[in-house]
């Protein structure tokens, strides 16, 4: 109906409220199509940063527990040559037990950073709603 009235030149102002409806209601389709899409564009970026971060951390770790297990031997051994091994081998546990809580602190805090919600979408939709809001009045 909207091609016979573009062909015979009658002017949009008079569609019947059924038709203004149906093209409001397919406004906000798009729009809501739009923002779900941007939600996923967000989420993939944010969880693609997180990935980066595990990765980092996993070689990272690998690397520093081969190194403090060597070291740990040399340390408790050379503590050794002057205590009881157990004494020694003890001291050089609990010092790793200490950099391993402040190591777990610090992954907390930089999780704490990771930010899974999608802000722009956020903003956007409350815009949206509010655009609404105002066009309803």
Do not use: C
Not at 36 to 42: F, K, S, T, Y
């Amino acid at each position: 109906m909207t091609a016979i009235r573009a062909r015979t030149g009658e002017r949009e102002e008079n569609r019947s409220l059924g038709e203004l409806l149906k093209a409001a209601t397919g406004e906000i389709q798009h729009l809501l199509r739009a923002e779900v899409q941007l939600a996923r564009i967000e989420t993939r970026e944010e969880l693609a940063r997180a990935g980066d971060v595990a990765k980092h951390g996993a070689i990272a770790a690998g690397a520093a527990f081969f190194a403090l297990l060597l070291l740990s031997f040399a340390a408790a051994w050379g503590l050794a040559e002057v205590m009881p091994i157990g004494v020694a081998f003890l001291i050089v546990g609990v010092l790793y037990a200490i950099v391993a809580g402040v190591a777990a602190l610090v992954a907390r805090e930089r999780m704490r950073r990771v930010d899974f919600v999608p802000r722009q979408t956020v903003e956007t939709l409350e815009e949206d709603a509010q655009w609404l809001r105002t066009r309803s009045k």
